[in-house]
T-cell receptor, first 114, second 117 residues
Framework: EAQVTQNPRYLITVTGKKLTVTCSQN?????MSWYRQDPGLGLRQIYY???????DKGDVPEGYKVSRKEKRNFPLILESPSPNQTSLYFC?????????????FGNGTRLTVT | AQKVTQAQTEISVVEKEDVTLDCVYE???????LFWYKQPPSGELVFLIR??????QNEISGRYSWNFQKSTSSFNFTITASQVVDSAVYFC??????????????FGQGTILTVHP
């Protein structure tokens, strides 16, 4: 089944404790991206990747890191999480960065930083 | 800059009513794509439809239909004979065709639809 898989689904952590949210897609998609969803602010792009070893900042990259060493994986790293990073996170992928290919989203990771 | 506006924050209907979710967009691109996504209470984002800027034909899929009007920059979504399972947050989104926004999907704020039995 074609899908984007994020793990974990739920995560509670404390301020400053490094964490990684994994994302993997099995559709051979070139383009991958991370979004966060917050009440009143909607869905905002954190980082994106147009292909292996090609990543760039989205609209809200502060406090996050990403890597794209393999085409299928695009982990999101929070080196020193803070409470303002409490959010619902989505990983997404599409065949390419151009508009014709829809973004397919993972099931989301609900992160709470205390 | 691209912008998507969903003016209806929340809509409440009774089952079997028809409901239309409005979406208005802004873009300087001549070629672009519009999308609708559904976010049910379980939280995932489900792709519903894609429409490109050159195709103004309305589309129908079962109880769902979409009306794209380039002249008014609108891409409205109608659910006919709504059901309780349609209760969700619905997002309209915009993506440029050429990749100048580096693949970013610009979302509206979402419309919370509640269908009561």
């Amino acid at each position: 089944e074609a899908q984007v898989t994020q793990n974990p689904r739920y995560l509670i952590t404390v301020t400053g404790k490094k964490l990684t949210v994994t994302c993997s897609q099995n559709m051979n998609h070139e383009y991958m991206s991370w979004y966060r969803q917050d009440p009143g602010l909607g869905l905002r792009q954190i980082y994106y990747s147009m292909n292996v070893e090609v990543t760039d900042k989205g609209d809200v990259p502060e406090g996050y890191k990403v890597s794209r060493k393999e085409k299928r994986n695009f982990p999101l790293i929070l080196e020193s999480p803070s409470p303002n990073q409490t959010s619902l996170y989505f990983c997404a992928s599409s065949l390419s960065r151009t508009g014709g290919s829809p973004l397919h989203f993972g099931n989301g990771t609900r992160l709470t930083v205390t | 800059a691209q912008k998507v506006t969903q003016a209806q924050t929340e809509i409440s209907v009774v089952e079997k009513e028809d409901v239309t979710l409005d979406c208005v967009y802004e873009t300087r691109d001549t070629t672009y794509y519009l999308f609708w996504y559904k976010q049910p209470p379980s939280g995932e984002l489900v792709f519903l439809i894609r429409r490109n800027s050159f195709d103004e034909q309305n589309e129908i899929s079962g109880r769902y239909s979409w009306n794209f009007q380039k002249s008014t920059s609108s891409f409205n979504f109608t659910i006919t004979a709504s059901q309780v399972v349609d209760s969700a947050v619905y997002f309209c989104a915009l993506r440029d065709a050429g990749g100048t926004s580096y693949g970013k999907l610009t979302f509206g704020q979402g419309t919370i639809l509640t269908v009561h039995p």
